[in-house]
């Protein structure tokens, strides 16, 4: 009310009305202004083209009669005409001067339940608005009424500009000083004398609560409150009226954030756990650091707050992502993992299981556990992350959307993400844009995640000022209409008032909502930080600052909710909990890093040998089968209009069946649909993957008459056959990758594939492939069977089009170069089973298809990481037979030579070994200069883990040839810098390999033609030399 009082002590007193009535910011000025003319009502032929609007002569020859006629219709009746007319014509005759006779006619629209006629207010329109002209309702009235209408909306959109919303009162969270001038009051046309003349309430406020019509000062006072206090929202833009609505209601309605005393006695028990958790820490460990929540100590019982609201909703599951700040809090006083499990990571234990592990901070967790609140069974999981912030964020929701999915979830209403942020991080990073346009597509949505950002006016050391040139630090979240609401964490109440909507809303609408907890951070960034280096005078405020939790109990105490000495009883006890349980973690000898799974696959594991591989061949009738689905038009609908060019590539594969061959794409279709027969659950996924970038795979035939009229083969293959998805993404990778990545964590028995426009494209996706893909089996024990499918090959398109950078994924496979493992039946398995990921390049489809289903066939999961080709998908001689995919075949791990160089292998010259695409070529060239006798060529199929096994076979086999390397790669790309060390441990340096291919370059590939062919015949003639 301050702000209110001080406006209007400023506001200029109003010219009387009419003559002078509304100055230049009056809101129906365009109504009134007048002209020179000086009769009222003119009929005139003339247009007066520049005229100001009010006297525009809207009066011309033709309608003149048509007034005329009104005119004596009034006279006669005065209900006979429309109320604008006849306002117009009361006016009129009552001598009111050109243009001011005009009234606006009332809205059409029905009065809202909140709403009254004006007239039905007359009585109460007293001072200055007092009717004139004949006891009409004049201009002034109107005008005040547009005006408070106005006022009304102006806090309903800009109030969160002025609300108090930094604890520190130093800075504004918007970043902003000045009062937006429709929140001034001199803007308007009131003085005083209106403050205590009622004015009816538009339908578009809920300020009344049941009363229609309010004072100018109760309005303005019941305005401040909801939006200018200790909250404020940002809403408005959201384009639907519904939700604004929605909105308005619950933060303007009388009364609505009034708690009992056993809810604020739970705000205090939570922010008492909070808070004494952190102090524990500090005393136990004050040198270690942990990134402890002071300062937003109440993010702890927000948190809580929606999840127990959500729960009461309905919700069973929450899937969080947070970054390091407060982790430890939430772990201990949100998910109750046991207090010992945590106080064990901070001892230097051993680690009792494998893994190289990550530290306390980025760790995940699993629970499963009772709601007291709301005694339903909730599981809570926070997913490990690195230190990379914000990017968790895909990996949570593709995380959440799997459970949704194979819980049957459509709609979200059992499963959510909840999702943390760093003030700094959350507007810095473009991921969290990234994520955010996941968040309302169909096979991507995970139908509202409800953000809470930590916001404590910092960055390590940097000035928001200096970390963003947006408003506030969530204006991110404005591009998906998510409603944004600002807190002061100081208010207790109002953060929890807030949670409480967010998560209301989130139930209601299934959409994105964002809590902004304007906080600060107590001590530096971590713990042993001195922030007065670089923000002292922030900090000297902040060390004058009571904590939130004392400032609260005094307030509860002072309301006589609770006493001091309960105050004091619950602080000790959360003192002695912790007491027992450090004394219980200095017991333990050992960490385990299974204590911090995130994704448990029960009964995955249990009963399984651990190196026992399930075949992968499939019976001839099931690729029969699939192969005539996927080469048929829907069965049964004959109307379903096929383009002509779909209809020759189905024949085509029809004649593929018949002749009992595959190509690329119908290997693929095979290997999917035999495991959709098995149950397991297929998804495809990344941009334009459902006809496929070089247009191959046509997973979705598209009617060609009637709009999003579809048909997907794959989804019927066998009446009882696990779902089949296959979703074209959002021009993202680093979000979808994260996102796919996230949803092969959930369920085991599920291929996921995520599919690279091209190959080079992958590496914006770079941290979740370094951070989560290569090491997060080491760092938090949880295992992925995600593919990566990445077209790769030097074909002449230049050097953006070619290189899915192979060498990268080599270089951070983690099989020892200088380790030749025991040789064994197991030897392959055991392989795989030992490294981080599997990085292979097949040069046949039935390899591809048997790579494919070796992902489900293997009692673990590794991330697969596919070179893909590009123009071996129409190479003629890139088919299989069926031969090589039914029972008793398997991935061929490499390739053999198989043509006339095998008939005298002592003859044979050159053993070359390759991988990939390059193998036609190479093939090729040695047709064309007759060298199959003395050249072999073998192919490596399987990159990493390395196939020292069978590459030491074939280099047996072929005792006097010269060993060499080929590649279309730059010598200091693709597979060389891998495969050369491992050539010469599986050799232990009997024979050496040559290198024939590319020299070194900084570019993956030549963007002319012509240098292309001049390479790529080079490395042939370097390749065929004998
Ligand atoms: C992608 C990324 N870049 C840089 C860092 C280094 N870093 C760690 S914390 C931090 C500041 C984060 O500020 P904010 O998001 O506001 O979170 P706060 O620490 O204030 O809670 C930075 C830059 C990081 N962890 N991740
Ligand atoms: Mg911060």
Known sequence: MHRVRTVLNNLVPLAPLIHNAVGPEGFASWLLRSGNASCTVMVSSTRHYNAPVQTEPFLNGSSSAYVEEMYNAWLADPKSVHVSWDSFFRNSTAGAAPGQAYQPPPSLAAPGRNQVPVTSIAPYLGGS????????????????????????????????????????????????????????????????????????????????????????????????????????????????????????????????????????????????????????????????????????????????????????????????????????????NVCRKPLEQIFTQFAALEAADDG???????????????????????????????????????????????????????????????????????????????????????????????????????GFTTDPRHSRSSPYCTDVARVVNAPIFHVNSDDPESVMHVCKIAAEWRATFHKDVVIDIVCYRRNGHNEIDEPMFTQPLMYRKIKNTPHVLDKYAEKLIQEGVVTPEEVKDVKEKYEKICEESYVNARKETHIKYKDWLDSPWSGFFEGKDPLKVSPTGVKEDTLVHIGKRMSSPPPNAAEFIIHKGIERILKSRMEMVEARVVDWALGEAMAFGSLLKEGIHVRLSGQDVERGTFSHRHHVLHHQTVDKATYRPLCHMYPDQGPYTVCNSSLSEFGVVGFELGYSMTNPNALVCWEAQFGDFNNTAQCIIDQFISSGQAKWVRQSGLVMLLPHALEGMGPEHSSARLERFLQMSSDDPDYFPPESEEFAVRQLHDINWIVANCSTPANYFHILRRQIALPFRKPLILMTPKSLLRHPEARSSFDLMTENTEFLRVIPEEGAATENPSGVKKLLFCSGKVYYDLKKARNEKKLEKDIAIARVEQISPFPYDLVKKECAKYPNAALCWAQEEAKNQGSWTYVQPRFNTTLNGSRDVSYAGRPTAASPATGSKMQHLRELTALLDDAMAV
């Open 356 to 458: 190289s592990g990550d530290v306390k901070y980025h760790l995940g967790t699993y629970i499963e556990r009772l709601n007291r609140v709301t005694n339903k069974n909730i599981r809570l999981a926070v997913v490990a992350n690195p230190s990379h912030l914000e990017a968790v964020d895909p990996v949570v929701q593709g995380k959440t959307r799997a459970e949704q999915f194979y819980r049957g979830d459509g709609e979200g209403k059992k499963v959510m993400s909840l999702l943390l942020h760093g003030d700094a991080a959350f507007c810095g990073q473009g991921i969290v844009y990234e994520t955010f346009h996941l968040s309302d597509l169909p096979d991507y949505t995970t139908h509202g995640t409800v953000h809470i950002v930590v916001n404590n006016q910092i």
């Open 129 to 332: 608005g007092a009717p004139a002209l004949g006891g009409q309702i004049n201009e002034k009235v109107i005008d005040d009424h547009l005006a408070v209408q106005a006022i009304i909306r102006s806090y309903q959109i800009r109030g969160h500009h002025i609300a108090k919303l930094d604890p520190l009162g130093i800075s504004s969270a918007d970043l902003d000083d000045k009062h937006p001038p429709e929140l001034l009051y001199s803007h308007y046309s009131f003085d005083e004398a209106d403050m205590d003349r009622v004015f009816k309430l538009p339908s578009t406020t809920f300020i009344g609560g049941k009363e229609k019509a309010l004072s100018l000062r109760e309005i303005l006072r019941r305005l401040e409150t909801a939006y200018c206090r200790h909250i404020g929202c940002e809403f408005m833009f959201i384009n639907s009226l519904e939700q604004c609505n929605w909105i308005r209601q619950k933060l303007e309605s009388p009364g609505i954030m009034e708690m009992d005393h056993d809810e604020k006695r739970l705000i205090l028990a939570r922010l008492t756990r909070a808070t004494g958790f952190e102090s524990f820490l500090a005393r136990k460990w004050s040198s270690e650091k942990r990134f402890g929540l002071e300062g937003c100590e109440i993010l702890i019982p927000a948190m809580k707050q929606v999840i127990d609201k959500s729960t009461e909703l309905g919700v069973e599951s929450i899937v969080m992502g947070m970054p390091h700040r407060g982790r430890l809090n939430v772990l201990a």
